[in-house]
């Protein structure tokens, strides 16, 4: 395969009161076996890689494609690449990053497919491919609870079209392992599904009307019936191919429209949770041509960490009656388009990208995808006819942010010198929780072997922004704490100073003595609460230990006991004198004859002199 490289790393001044510029640090592009290679969909991978995904072309007659799939390291240099092929057109639409493998989300010989490659070397784990009428693919997918979600379109008029098909719309709930559960068309609703979120414990689907006139919007139950659906857009065309979610719920969309503009704009749009606009922005022609002839075409869209969004798209035009040239910057010859918008949707900053700006002769460049990356940069899918990596940095405002990401999985001690039984994984706005059964604590190798199936029912939704951690346990329960990262983000410092008690989880395969002897258990920040206080029981729900933590202020008589919701008592866990200080007790869920006690919801109460407080906690089975 021809490998085309191109990097270009930068020396950045730093001038006081002089913001950062948006810089290219590198630029690599990858072809198949195909005369020319187009991604569609780009990830910032979780050990620090990319992948990107779409197809790789023949020009026969007929013309027939590949599904290409390209994995880089974190400088752009590939590790290995994969082509798919089981006859005719063949489409690799996007990507998905799960515990022990990559989604590939597209259409195999016009039947849609789900692939699943090997994170080391890309070798197919299972291929999945489903008939569902017509010519059909998958565009996006989501994993839930239950298993995966996938949306896409049948029966399509346009088969050889890899964006707008003129299908129908079309839902696959399915297990963790490909196998179908149930489909259903959703043509009454949307023409084509194009991506798909999963957001406290609801979909949201967003996609094209029919005949790509205008935006659309549908929120759905994790059951599948339609909670609300919305049109966005005006009189002429608005097509829809990019939708992203912040940690609040708050939902963009992008793509282009002909509605009130001279020609095809970048349109983007903020809602709220309940599919209401928060502001819109249609903009274009960043080069200065004429717009009459200008052609602004956005595929992708990232929610960022300040409430607004970075949008990327193509610039350029495809008429053969017009051309105009700017000294060395032509309108027939692309540019990649980025367009970063703050939280009221005012424009922050727009850049255009070409090869001029690596130091090479020009030709076509077009933004398709964006994925933000860990250093607040983002790595961009282009399309230069082939598999383009373009890596830019200063995206979006670090200050305040310290980079690391909660996501991943964590060693969780439920005590003090508890060895550590409990792990939690926080993956795609879901906590799962999960237990071994060794009383001495359980090794990595142990807590990698497992997948979210092996997770105990129901994870929580959570989100994690501004460095604050908020948990949805269920029952009108909030466990909110900040979060400090230490040692290279490898431990998680979990602090509330309303009952000044401190946790430290660290992240699985971690070895915690390379972080200079810190103490990874509960410590004291103060040496005697101020009040009696009893703290929300975590994990909750849990299976088949919870911690409960709780403050006393005086030496004294201390009774914490679980009853079930008759009100007859099932478990004594303290009764006796206790000195002041910070505390915890854990409950197996076992009663006072240390049988075990069924599923279900339970009270806890503490007691030391005229305090008295219960809270509710969930045991699952």
């Known amino acids: 395969m021809e490998v085309e490289l191109m990097k270009k790393y930068l020396f950045i001044v730093l001038l006081v009161g002089v913001c950062f510029g948006q810089e290219i640090e590198w630029f690599i592009s990858y072809n198949g076996s195909g005369e020319e290679s187009m991604g569609h969909f780009i990830i910032e991978c979780e050990d620090g890689g990319f992948l990107q995904v779409g197809e ?22 590939k590790i290995w690449d994969n082509e798919i092929y089981i006859g005719g057109h063949n489409l690799g639409n996007s990507i998905l990053e799960s515990t022990d493998g990559y989604l590939i989300f597209g259409g195999l010989n016009q039947n849609s497919s789900i692939i699943k490659l090997h994170k080391d070397n890309g070798a197919v784990i299972f291929n999945k491919s489903y008939d569902n009428g017509g010519t059909d693919a998958f565009e996006n997918g989501v994993e839930t609870p239950n298993g995966i979600v996938a949306v896409g379109y049948n029966n399509s008029e346009d088969p050889y079209n890899a964006f707008y098909t003129e299908g129908e719309g079309f839902i696959s709930f399915l297990d963790h392992e490909g196998n179908e559960v149930t489909s259903f068309s959703i043509v009454d609703y949307i023409s084509q599904a194009y991506r798909i979120k999963y957001f406290d414990n609801e979909l949201y689907i967003s996609g094209l009307t029919e005949e790509a006139l205008d935006y659309k919007m549908i929120k759905m139950s994790i059951e599948g019936d339609i909670i609300w659906h919305y049109e966005y857009g005006g009189f002429g065309s608005d097509h829809c191919f990019a939708m992203d979610m912040n940690e609040q719920g708050e939902i963009f969309l992008a793509g282009h429209t002909t509605s009130n503009t001279e020609n095809w704009d970048v349109y983007t749009i903020k809602l709220n949770n309940e599919g209401e606009v928060i502001w819109e922005n249609k903009t274009g022609n960043p ?15 990232h929610a960022t960490n300040d409430g607004g969004c970075v949008t990327v798209a193509g610039t350029g035009d495809e008429y053969a009656e017009y051309s105009e040239c700017i000294g060395d910057i032509c309108s027939d010859i692309w540019n990649a388009y980025i367009i970063k918008y703050d939280s009221d949707g005012l424009i922050t900053w727009e850049e255009t990208f070409s090869p001029l700006d690596i130091g090479i002769e020009n030709y076509d460049w077009a933004a398709e995808d964006i994925d933000l990356t860990s250093d607040g940069g983002a790595i961009i899918a282009v399309d230069n006819g082939q598999f383009g990596f373009l890596k830019l940095n200063n995206i979006q405002n670090n200050e305040n942010n310290n980079s690391y990401s909660i996501e991943g999985r964590w060693i969780i001690p439920l005590a003090e010198n508890d060895p550590g039984n409990t792990m939690y994984e926080f993956f795609d706005g879901l906590r799962y929780t999960y237990y071994c059964s060794d009383e001495n604590g359980c090794d990595s190798t142990y807590w990698n072997s497992l997948d979210t199936s092996d997770a105990i029912p129901n994870p ?106 008759m009100g007859r008592i099932v478990k004594t866990l303290v009764n006796g004198s206790q000195t002041a200080g910070f505390k915890s007790v854990q409950w197996n869920a076992t009663n006072d004859r240390n049988e075990p006690v069924s599923a279900g919801l339970y009270l806890y109460t503490i007691q030391g002199g005229e305090y008295r407080q219960t809270k509710k906690m969930v045991l699952l089975k």
């Open 56 to 77: 790789t072309y023949f020009f026969s007659d007929p013309v027939s494609t590949k599904l290409y799939v390209v994995k880089t390291n974190s400088d752009g240099s």
């Open 287 to 301: 080069r200065g041509f004429n717009p009459l002839y200008i052609h602004d075409e956005a595929w992708g869209v």
């Open 460 to 565: 929580n939704p959570y989100t994690f922004s501004n460095d604050t951690l908020t948990i949805n346990l269920f029952f009108g329960n909030t466990w909110q704490q900040p979060i400090t990262f230490e040692c290279d983000g490898n431990v998680a410092a979990i602090g509330d100073t309303t009952v000044t008690w401190w946790l430290s989880w660290w992240r699985v395969g971690y070895d915690i003595n390379e972080c200079g002897g810190q103490e990874l258990a509960l410590t004291n920040t103060a040496k005697h609460p101020k009040a009696f206080k009893l703290i929300q029981n975590y994990p909750n729900p849990f299976n088949p230990a919870t911690s409960i933590l709780y403050d006393i202020p005086n030496d004294g008589l201390v009774n914490i006991t679980i009853y079930d919701m």
